[in-house]
């Protein structure tokens, strides 16, 4: 005041910094494949005092691989903290899926093969973008072989691969075998000639196949002109026929000529005589018999007759008889 007395009082103005920074930049939650990588982000803050705040990024969990490689979370967080130790985070969630299906490889075509023929291996393997190993694992769908003829029908095989994800993929190849090859006959004999007195001769013919354990032989006569000309003389012509039970077959002939090489034999030629010149010729009773003909014809004739040409009633008669059968 004017008479020098003074008073004074002072105010304490604090100036602080109470406000976290504030992030910018920060990824939303997102899904991607296993086999992706981690995806960068550009993440920033900006504070009210601090003009240039520190932000660290950290890996909170990564389960990638617990089940399946590439497979799993990923969290991570950022945090920005200014010089005033106000700090401010924010996280994202990464889900690492594994949805592709192995990739299957080798699987065989579909293929034709005879009925004794073996089911070929198959050396079919998998791939996949997550899992290392994914497993193959191969099944009969179908096998009809044999339900027709042993060996015959057709094979379905299915190879199936699946990942550690349960992701699978599935390839088929059909095997058709079948049976083109005919039997085999055994024992068909050789061409004959045989005696017309003869019997036709059994033979034991059978037949073997790759793929019918009991082929069916027939036996037919194809000929028989026996008793055409003469009994028993003639040719036989027989043929046997193998067939498979898919329906293949073979057939092989015999012909057997029946011939007639034998004469007739005579029975009842008298012998030879002496008569007196007034004395008749005396009658014969000449007959035949044959292996093949049942009635040969029987011929007398008179080769000479030399009576009267000295004396009546003397001399030589020659007569002859000559039995001739249908040969």
Do not use: H, K, Y
Not at 11 to 28: H, I, N
Not at 79 to 84: E, I, L, V, Y
């Amino acid at each position: 005041d004017c008479s020098g007395n003074s008073v004074s009082a002072t105010q304490t103005v604090t100036f602080v910094d109470t406000t976290a920074p504030r992030l910018s930049g920060v990824p939303a939650d997102a899904q991607l494949e296993c086999d992706q990588p981690l995806p960068s982000a550009n993440v920033t803050a900006v504070d009210i005092c601090d003009p240039d705040p520190d932000v660290v990024m950290e890996i909170v969990s990564d389960t990638r691989g617990a089940e399946c490689d590439g497979a799993g979370v990923v969290i991570r967080r950022w945090t920005a903290t200014d010089c005033s130790g106000n700090s401010v985070s924010a996280t994202q969630t990464l889900m690492f899926v594994d949805t592709t299906a192995p990739q299957l490889s080798g699987v065989p075509a579909d293929l034709q093969l005879e009925c004794d023929q073996a089911l070929p291996p198959a050396n079919v393997s998998a791939s996949d973008d997550c899992d290392p190993d994914p497993q193959v694992a191969m099944e009969i769908v179908s096998d009809t072989r044999g339900a027709v003829c042993d060996g015959t029908g057709v094979v379905i095989r299915r190879w199936t691969a699946t990942d550690c994800s349960g992701n699978s993929v599935s390839a088929t190849q059909t095997v058709t075998f079948v049976d083109t090859t005919a039997p085999i006959l055994w024992g068909v004999p050789l061409d004959d000639t045989l005696a017309c007195d003869q019997a036709l001769p059994p033979a034991d013919v059978f037949a073997t196949d790759n793929c019918d354990a009991s082929p069916r032989v027939d036996l037919e006569i194809l000929s028989d002109t026996r008793g055409a000309l003469c009994d028993g003389a003639g040719v036989v012509i027989r043929r046997w026929t193998a067939t498979d039970c898919s329906g293949n077959s073979i057939s092989a002939t015999q012909t057997v000529t029946f011939v007639d090489t034998q004469a007739p034999e005579l029975a009842g030629v008298p012998s030879d005589l002496q008569l007196e010149c007034d004395q008749p010729l005396p009658p014969a009773d000449v007959s035949a018999s044959d292996n093949c003909d049942p009635d040969p014809d029987v011929v007398m004739e008179i080769v000479s007759d030399t009576r009267g040409a000295v004396c009546d009633g003397t001399g030589v008669v020659v007569r002859r008889w000559t039995a001739t059968d249908c040969s």
